[in-house]
């Protein structure tokens, strides 16, 4: 399986400051339809996931624009730009390229300083 | 809107069995592979099982294989997981997610405990 490593593990930030969270696979995530289907999900405190980017870089509805993503073939980033209150919580990338066999990052818990 | 909603999770002793079932709408169900995923308490999120659209091929991690079974109704809308020789690290909160990983439901808990 493709094992997604995530890090820093913990993310303390301070409100308004910028956020940057990197996520690397085994594999290369670009699929045969030349697509790389990398996922970044929110989990807040008590909900379930969401998705916040797909496709590396393409922003889900109704999600702020200081959310961004970027990266390519093994190497992946999630940046925010200003850290604000409600973007406390538990940050995953998730490779879908290799489907059925999704496999997640371990998570990185963002909270303010 | 798309919505899923699972149901079935509950208290099951070690070895015991349980039948969990997510009823999906908004969204043309028959088209779309679907996945069960599962969280742990306190953990992170780890992929269980899929089946296609159709329901001809199914996957399974090998953590579960062998004791769990996906199926899905296309004429009902529904996703089944059928949990049996249950194990204590089998204690999680089950999510239905679709091939798109753009929608999840709200998780059925599933307690595995004697």
């Known amino acids: 399986d493709v094992v997604m490593t995530q890090s820093p593990l913990s993310l303390p930030v301070t409100l308004g400051q910028p956020a940057s969270i990197s996520c690397r696979s085994s594999?290369?995530?670009?699929?045969?339809?030349?697509?790389?289907?990398l996922n970044w999900f929110q989990q807040r405190p008590g909900q379930s996931p969401r998705r916040l980017i797909y496709?590396?870089?393409n922003r889900d509805s109704g999600v702020p624009d200081r959310f961004s993503g970027s990266g390519s073939g093994t190497d992946f980033t999630l940046q925010i730009s200003r850290v604000e209150a409600e973007d406390v919580g538990v940050y995953y990338c998730m490779q879908g390229t290799h489907w059925p066999r999704w496999t997640f990052g371990q998570g990185t818990k963002v909270e303010i300083k | 809107e798309v919505q899923l909603v699972e149901s079935g999770g509950g208290l099951v002793q070690p070895g015991g069995s349980l039948r969990l079932s997510c009823a999906a709408s908004g969204f043309t169900f028959r088209s779309h592979a679907m996945s069960w995923v599962r969280q742990a308490p306190g953990k992170g999120l780890e992929w269980v099982s899929a089946?296609?659209?159709?329901?001809?091929?199914?996957y399974y991690a090998d953590s579960v294989k062998g004791r769990f079974t996906i199926s899905r109704d296309n004429s009902k809308n529904t996703l089944d997981l059928q949990m049996n020789s249950l194990r204590a690290e089998d204690t999680a909160i089950y999510y239905c997610v679709p091939d798109t990983g753009d929608c999840w439901g709200q998780g059925t808990l599933v307690t595995v405990s004697s």
């Open positions: 594999q290369s995530l670009v699929h045969s339809d030349g697509n790389t289907y």
């Open positions: 496709e590396v870089s």
């Open positions: 089946i296609h659209a159709s329901g001809g091929s199914t």
